[in-house]
T-cell receptor, first 114, second 116 residues
């Protein structure tokens, strides 16, 4: 069964500082990987996705993520955080041929200090 | 274009009651999935429907059921509500068929269900 681990429940960074959110997945084959962001009271917005090809993927709002098969990781990064980035971030894995089922991690709550 | 819409926004029910949540996918999207997000957790997959047929089911009791209509909108039904059913219920729609390599999902704002 597929699973996702986000080891950091809360992260606080200063505005303008760099950010890295960790995600480790467990899946037997090549996974489909996603990062979503959720603001309070809102649904999920897709930041970026990895299906195949280049292991460094670019997303919206200046985010990027790198797929590392050897480490089973898909960490999210941003070089300079803005106060509006404060939200909860979810990493998710989907299975090829597994339809639309996504398995999510428990999320990382990002706080940005001004 | 309108995104995924869900109704109602909020709902308060009593234990033992029944609830129906509704979802309208993005125009042209034929697949709808439902997720339950308990406070402090990530969303958990409940159902997926494509072309009005159930294509996937998560680890939820039979009290949970769903259906998809000819216009691709969907309903999630929960019977005999328990306190533990209190959660944000998210609907997601997808344009491409299930067999496609790319199944980017677009989420609605959710329905907040509180069971007292």
């Amino acid at each position: 069964a597929q699973s996702v681990t986000q080891p950091d429940i809360h992260i606080t960074v200063s505005e303008g500082a760099s950010l890295e959110l960790r995600c480790n997945y467990s899946y037997g084959a090549t996974p489909y990987l996603f990062w979503y962001v959720q603001s309070p009271g809102q649904g999920l917005q897709l930041l970026l996705k990895y299906f195949s090809g280049d292991t460094l993927v670019q997303g919206i709002k200046g985010f990027e993520a790198e797929f590392k098969r050897s480490q089973s990781s898909f960490n999210l990064r941003k070089p300079s955080v803005h106060w509006s980035d404060a939200a909860e971030y979810f990493c998710a894995v989907g299975a090829a041929g597994g339809g639309n089922k996504l398995t999510f991690g428990t999320g990382t709550q990002l706080k940005v200090e001004l | 274009d309108a995104g995924v819409t869900q109704s109602p926004t909020h709902l308060i029910k009593t234990r033992g009651q029944h609830v129906t949540l509704r979802c309208s996918p993005i125009s042209g999207h034929k697949s709808v999935s439902w997720y339950q997000q308990v406070l402090g957790q990530g969303p958990q997959f409940i159902f997926q429907y494509y072309e009005k047929e159930e294509r996937g089911r998560g680890n939820f009791p039979d009290r949970f059921s769903a259906r998809q209509f000819p216009n691709y909108s969907s309903e999630l039904n929960v019977n005999a509500l328990l306190l533990g059913d209190s959660a944000l219920y998210l609907c997601a729609s997808t344009y491409l068929p299930v067999s496609s390599q790319s199944y980017e999902q677009y989420f609605g704002p959710g329905t907040r269900l509180t069971v007292t």
